[in-house]
């Protein structure tokens, strides 16, 4: 069964790589891939009670998707409402570097403040605003997703892996910011220094449609106010009720889809139409959630029948050594998800709380999905939204991010050994 389930894996895996030259939607790879696993390990195991460990997952996993529709709907709203229009208004430059290094930066802030998967359906809109050429749009948002990523690795709110570790007691937020900060800057940097070799030349202007515009600049300013709100909400949120994200961002779209229907009341019914939150959700990209969906289910599968603890006790038994059990962790999380492999590791060590190996693995889960884009939510959601392909990814980003990873780790080991 185990075999049978790994060689489903591998092969779903391998469709969702290829999904260009194959031409089959990932997402159907996906569905199909996390239910033919739950189906083989139905069929074949003595478990009578496997349903009880799939609704398990499936409410974890819930929470994830139901924040993914939520943000995307919020970001739809400000964009009908044109409202990211004062953001690229601000954006004054159109060379290249200059615009990459803003980009970055701003993700990186972003996602310390919001957190990782906002932060890079934001940006990603934004970017798509703003640079008309493919390939230089792509190139972007890669730098976006590793930014992302980085920026939410030393912020207690703004990655899923950090979060687990700061609710779970094993990272102060004070420790975790004051010791990765570094790191994770490192991890951004690098990636981009190196992009910035590789960008020259101004970016095309957008040539704007000439359509009447309904749309008041006090309304305009409105929305994207308290989208923007919303969005910076959650995590005060989930810090004052202590519910799950995904309770704040459902807050916060029902806030504004009373507000949207109040300020456009009086409009004709194509105007209230266009800017309602209905229309906004039916703008949302569904085929990239249901691909998250089919991810997750598959990867839960793998966490339900052991193989990610199989897997994690192999690494400590065989290799022993932390410092490149918690790299191996990293890497590993670039191909399935890093809050089962956390899971995993959480259940394994019994570390004191701020102990260097939960920095390690805080840095090495949060970055070390940027490597692959199917390895973070930020990935995953972006992913969707501009339909990259994985092997485009691969050829052109993945190395970057993997030099942002590894020279990032480098700097939290001399940090570490120079830390008085």
Known sequence: ???????????????????HSIAIN???????????????????????????????????????????????AIVELIDAHDGFDIITDAIKTKNKRKLLIII??????????????TTAIVMATIVKKIIPEKNDRYFFIGLIIISCNAGGCFSPIGDVTSTMLWVSNKLTATHMMSRLFLPSLVSMLVPLGIGLLKMKGEVESIETKNEENTISKKEKTLIFTMGISALLFVP??????????????LFGLGVLWIVTELIHKRKSS???????????????DVPSVLFFLGI????????????????????????????IISTCIGLLSAVVDNVPLLAATLGMYDFPTDDQF????????????SCLIIGSAAGV????????????????????ALTGYVSGFVIFLLQNQLWI
């Open 1 to 19: 069964m185990i075999t049978l389930i790994i060689t489903l894996f591998i092969i779903g895996y391998l469709f969702i790589a290829f999904e």
């Open 26 to 72: 990932k997402s159907g790879s996906a569905l199909l891939l996390g239910v033919l696993c739950w189906s083989s390990y139905a069929l074949l195991s003595h478990d009578s009670d496997i349903t009880t460990g799939l609704s398990h997952h499936l409410a974890s996993i819930s929470e994830i998707i139901f924040f993914l529709l939520g943000a995307m």
């Open 104 to 117: 970055s930066v701003l993700a990186f802030v972003l996602s310390a403040v919001l957190d990782n998967l």
């Open 236 to 249: 005060v949120f989930k810090t004052l009720t202590h519910l799950p994200p995904y309770m704040g961002i």
């Open 270 to 284: 194509f105007d209230k139409e266009k800017f309602s939150v209905s229309h906004a959700i039916s703008k949302t």
């Open 296 to 323: 997750l289910l598959a990867v839960a599968c793998l966490q339900e029948v052991n193989i990610l603890n199989n897997a994690a006790t192999y690494l400590n038994e065989t290799i022993g050594n932390l410092k």
């Open 358 to 369: 939960w920095l390690m693995i805080c840095y090495c889960t949060g970055t070390g999905g």
């Open 381 to 400: 959601a972006v992913m969707g939204i501009e339909n990259i392909s994985f092997s485009w990814y691969l050829k052109n980003i993945s190395l970057l």
